[in-house]
């Protein structure tokens, strides 16, 4: 079968701070930047490569009721609701420029035991991004 990941989800809570992130820090490039009913759906990604991130309202969903969009909140402000891993290979170049932009550091480069380099950052909205060294 031949299958790959086209884009994830990320939800924001403030949709400007999260694209100066992904587009000025990072370097990804801005796909799409659609508004609605005052909500932005931002699709970012890599230069060069198909794959993306779409940066949501995180309780635009009809479906999610008042105390799920509490409780989505109260995730998104302690970092545990979403998450996404990227990879590159000069970790230390990239950490260097993500804790240079005063990005919030959750873990500088580190050989994990389980045969992993990687670092790991908050966006803006407070999704973990963390990153692995490519061999």
Not at 3 to 9: C, D, E, L
Not at 34 to 43: D, S
């Amino acid at each position: 079968m031949d299958i790959s990941i086209h884009y994830t989800f990320l939800p924001h809570d403030d949709p400007d701070a999260t694209l100066g992130f992904y587009r000025d820090t990072l370097g990804f490039e801005v796909r799409n930047d659609v508004g609605y009913q005052g909500m932005r759906w931002i699709t970012v990604g890599p230069p060069g490569q198909a794959n993306a991130i779409v940066l949501h309202p995180p309780a635009a969903d009809p479906g999610v009721t008042d105390d799920e969009r509490r409780v989505i909140t109260e995730m998104m402000a302690k970092g545990t609701y979403g998450a996404v891993t990227l990879a590159t290979k000069d970790l230390d170049a990239v950490f260097d420029r993500l804790q240079a932009s005063g990005a919030e550091v959750v873990q500088e480069p580190t050989d994990q035991p389980y045969g992993v380099r990687d670092c790991a950052f908050r966006d803006p909205s407070g999704n973990l991004v963390r990153i692995n060294e490519l061999s």
